[in-house]
């Protein structure tokens, strides 16, 4: 079992199989993705590697993220060899949507149990204001098929100033007969973010007491569950999570290790550095990348130091996939 020095266990790897991402949101890349390095990303092999190495440590869970994966044509065999991996019980991917229509059933064969989509507006102009693109009936297209597929669906929200009353009020509607669970992200400091971060940041726990107010009641965790409080609520279909890096014991129940495209392992989404692992990977050598992970782990931190802006090597969210 993966634990580290504060006694708590991780079940659940974020895997990046690409830092590319064809979307350009103002909150992560306003500019569109800059290709500052080889894109020399994980082949198929290194990341079976990869997932019988945590496997075999006790992982059950692994979300497959970007960038965004669906630009990897390989992207349902990386599905599909995750999937077949002994012990993983759980695999997602956490996507954009805008690919979903077109791959979604081939996602789905090969192995996919559930499925993250980012949706920062409900308002065709805002959406495509925020993400540089005006796709979100396309996307809500994606999201009904995979919840006709049977597919546990979560959504994926940044919280930010805008969406104080209006946006809010928009979500909760759909929610009435939306089968999915919202997840509303407090915006995070980044290296290249700052000014935006300080003018549009929103705390969660303002939401989470209205929330409270409105008769929303907390849903209990599983041991694989990330780090969201969610909530239900009797007159809804849908339910609420919130995701809020700067509330008090944040990291008290942290779960999750993540491994980026290029094979390193980052303790934390604000590690002050990537661990390279990946001359394990290309040898295919299992037992000596988890010699490596278990050994690694004594050094994880209690705690990011975003409360100090303090926030490492993550420039943009597009470098791990949050």
Partial sequence: MLEDRYGRRFHYLRLSVTDVCNFRCNYCLPDGYQCDSDRDFLTLNEINT?????AGLGTSKVRITGGEPSLRKDLPDIIATVANTSGIDEISVTTNGDKLPRLIHAWHEAGLTSLNV?????DPRLFASITGHDKLKMVLQGVGMALELGMPVKVNAVLMQHQKQQGIEQYLQWLKTMPVTLRFIELMRTGDNAAFFQEHHYSGQ??????????????????TSGPAQEFQHPDYAGNIGLIMPYSKGFCDSCNRLRISSIGQLHLCLFAEQ????????SAGDVQG????LVALLQDK???HWLHDDVTGATRHLAMLGG
Avoid: H, N, P
Avoid at 206 to 223: A, D, F, I, M
């Fill in 50 to 54: 990869v997932a019988q190495a945590f």
């Fill in 206 to 223: 303002t939401l989470k007491e209205q929330l409270l107010e409105l008769g929303w009641s907390r849903v209990l965790k599983s041991k």
């Fill in 301 to 303: 931190q209690a705690s």
């Fill in 289 to 292: 990348l988890q010699q490596a």
């Fill in 118 to 122: 980012s949706i920062d507006s409900l």
């Fill in 274 to 281: 990537g661990l390279d692992l990946r001359a394990y990977m």
